[in-house]
C-alpha cells in the first residue's frame, strides 16, 4: 500500500494557491469502521460427562473477509460453526451473525448464512441443474426465476457444461463446487465452509480455492474452517487458531509468522534417542523453545545458520547422531506447532469432531 508524504503534499499546496484562487478541495470523509459479520464471547459448549469442547471462545470477523478457523480433530472448529449455524445450542456466551443474535432469532441467522458442511448430501439421481432448482424452490424462489438462479450459480462455480448430468457422474470436486453453489442459492450474508476441500486430490482442491475467492469477491464474508496450512495461507486474510476449545493465537497468516521473530531448526533423530538429544539441545545458548515430534525436534532460535555448528557439538557429547538438520523461516505450519506443541496436518487425534 502506498503511503503518503505529509510533507510533500503541503509544499504541492503551497506552490498552487497563488496562481488559483479556487476553493480548497473538501477533506475526504474518515472511512467509516469495517463492521464485524461475526461477534463471539465466552463461547462455550459442554457435552455430557462434562466434556468442554469450546471453551470460552471470543472471535470478530469482518465483513467481507475469509476468516481461517484452524484446528486438528477435536479442537473445537466443527462445534464452534454447527453453534453460529444454529445447528448446536449453545451452553454459554453470546454470538451474533450477520448482526443478529444466534439464540434470540435462530431462523433469522439461517436466512442469512449459507452452510457447506464436510458431508456432502446430493440426490444420485438428480442433475445439478435439477438440484440448485430444487433448493431454489425451499427459498421461496419458482418459475424463470428459479431457472435463471441455478443458471447463474452454475456458471459461477464452473458447472454449466455439467448442469444435466446426474450428480453420480461428477467427480469429488464436482461435487463440492455443486454444494457451495446450493450454500448460495439466497444470497446469503455469511457463507460458512466446514473444511471444503477434505478428501479431494490437489488440482480440485485449487479449483475450490479459485470458486471460494471468487465468492467472497461478489462480497460475501466466508469463515472457513480446515485443516490445510496451505489452504489457509492461500485464503485467508486472517486465521484463529483453536486447540482443545481455546483460541492459541489469532492474525494475518504475515503477522503470525512474522511474530516468531526467529529461525527454526528441525533436528531428525531415532526416537530411542529423542529424550536424550532433547536435554542435549536445550543447553544451546538463545534457545528461545524445543518442541519434541515423534522423530525429530523443533527449535526456535534467533539465527538458525549460526547454531548449527553449536547444536552438532552438543549432540556429539551427548553420543546422539542427527539424521538430518535443517533451517528455515517460520510457516504456518510453525506457528500452529509452537502455539500448540503438535502439527497440524497429518494429525491423527480423534474427538468431538467425529462425535458431535
Same mark, same amino acid.
Not at 476449545?245 to 492459541?248: A, C, E, L, P
Given at each position: 500500500m502506498a503511503t503518503e508524504k505529509p510533507a510533500t503534499a503541503?509544499?504541492?499546496v503551497r506552490k498552487a494557491a497563488p496562481a488559483r484562487k479556487a476553493a480548497p478541495a473538501k477533506r475526504a470523509a474518515p472511512a467509516e469502521p469495517v463492521a464485524n459479520a461475526i461477534e463471539v464471547s465466552g463461547l462455550r459448549k459442554s457435552?455430557?460427562?462434562g466434556v468442554d469442547a469450546v471453551n470460552g471462545v471470543d472471535l470478530a470477523v469482518r465483513e467481507g473477509e475469509v476468516f481461517g478457523f484452524l484446528g486438528p480433530n477435536g479442537a473445537g472448529k466443527t462445534t464452534t460453526v454447527r453453534m453460529l449455524c444454529t445447528l448446536l445450542p449453545i451452553t454459554a456466551g453470546t454470538a451474533r451473525v450477520a448482526g443478529i443474535d444466534v439464540v434470540r432469532d435462530p431462523a433469522a !441467522?439461517?436466512?442469512?448464512?449459507?452452510?457447506?458442511?464436510q458431508e456432502i448430501g446430493l440426490d444420485p439421481i438428480q442433475t445439478g441443474r435439477e438440484i440448485l432448482e430444487l433448493q431454489c424452490g425451499l427459498y421461496g424462489m419458482s418459475g424463470t426465476r428459479a431457472v435463471a438462479r441455478a443458471k447463474e450459480l452454475l456458471d459461477l462455480v464452473?458447472?454449466?457444461d455439467a448442469a444435466d448430468r446426474r450428480t453420480k457422474t461428477y467427480s469429488g470436486g464436482m461435487k463440492r463446487r455443486l454444494d457451495l453453489a446450493s450454500a448460495l442459492v439466497h444470497s446469503p450474508t455469511v457463507l460458512f465452509l466446514?473444511?471444503?476441500?477434505?478428501?479431494?486430490?490437489?488440482?480440485?482442491r485449487v479449483t475450490v480455492w479459485d470458486e471460494v475467492r471468487r465468492i467472497n469477491e461478489s462480497g460475501t464474508t466466508v469463515f472457513l474452517t480446515t485443516q490445510y496450512l496451505e489452504e489457509a495461507d492461500q485464503l485467508c486474510d486472517r486465521?484463529?487458531?483453536i486447540d482443545r476449545?481455546?483460541? !492459541?493465537a489469532e492474525g494475518t497468516p504475515e503477522e503470525l509468522k512474522s511474530a516468531m521473530g526467529h529461525d527454526v531448526v528441525t533436528i531428525t533423530v531415532a526416537e530411542a534417542v529423542l529424550g536424550t538429544a532433547r536435554a542435549a539441545v536445550e543447553r544451546l545458548k538463545g534457545v528461545q523453545q524445543v518442541v519434541e515430534e515423534r522423530n525429530a525436534l523443533a527449535l526456535y532460535v534467533d539465527n538458525g545458520a549460526e547454531s548449527i555448528p553449536e547444536l552438532v557439538r552438543l549432540l556429539d557429547r551427548a553420543d546422539v547422531t542427527a539424521n538430518a538438520i535443517s533451517v528455515a523461516r517460520p510457516t504456518l505450519d510453525d506457528v500452529f506447532l509452537k502455539a500448540t506443541g503438535r502439527r497440524l496436518e497429518g494429525d491423527d487425534e480423534t474427538g468431538e469432531e467425529k462425535s458431535a
Open positions: 503541503k509544499k504541492a457435552f455430557k460427562g !441467522v439461517r436466512r442469512k448464512i449459507g452452510v457447506a458442511l464452473g458447472l454449466a466446514d473444511e471444503p476441500t477434505t478428501g479431494l486430490d490437489p488440482a480440485s486465521l484463529a487458531i476449545g481455546v483460541i !492459541v
